[in-house]
């Protein structure tokens, strides 16, 4: 399995081409891939704010995006929410979504695709882009 940040899913979606050859590899190659339902969240809260704009409503999107049949909607787990609050404040960058999402990838040991260059100096080997 390989887990999407948010911009991730977005691009692979949309606009693939966004996304790093090693990305789009890795998605290629991939039989499972993970999007947190955070990232449902966080896209919505960006179509809210006006900081994104998609081809459809965002609920009709999100249920397109997790439609393919190798990809699973992954709900934070209360190891998840535990590894999310233990990532140290001062050395791991982001938001609290990030955090949720870096931590399930980190929980179910599957590398992240992010194009977020702090999560990748984090983690470089936990990281694809």
């Excluded at 691009?11 to 039989?31: G, I, N, Q």
């Amino acid at each position: 399995m390989i887990v999407l940040d948010t911009h991730a899913w977005l691009w692979w979606l949309s606009d693939p081409e966004r996304l790093s050859a090693p990305a789009r590899e890795a998605l290629a190659e991939s039989t499972a891939i993970g999007v947190s339902t955070l990232s449902a969240w966080e896209l919505a809260t960006l179509v809210r704010r006006r900081r994104i704009e998609l081809d459809r409503d965002v609920r009709d999107w999100v249920r397109r995006g997790l439609s393919d049949e190798r990809v699973w909607a992954i709900a934070p787990s209360p190891d998840v929410a535990v590894a999310a609050a233990l990532l140290h404040d001062a050395t791991f960058p982001g938001d609290p979504a990030d955090r949720f999402i870096f931590a399930t990838a980190r929980t179910l040991q599957a590398p992240l695709i992010t194009r977020d260059e702090q999560m990748r100096r984090f983690a470089p080997a936990e990281t694809i882009w």
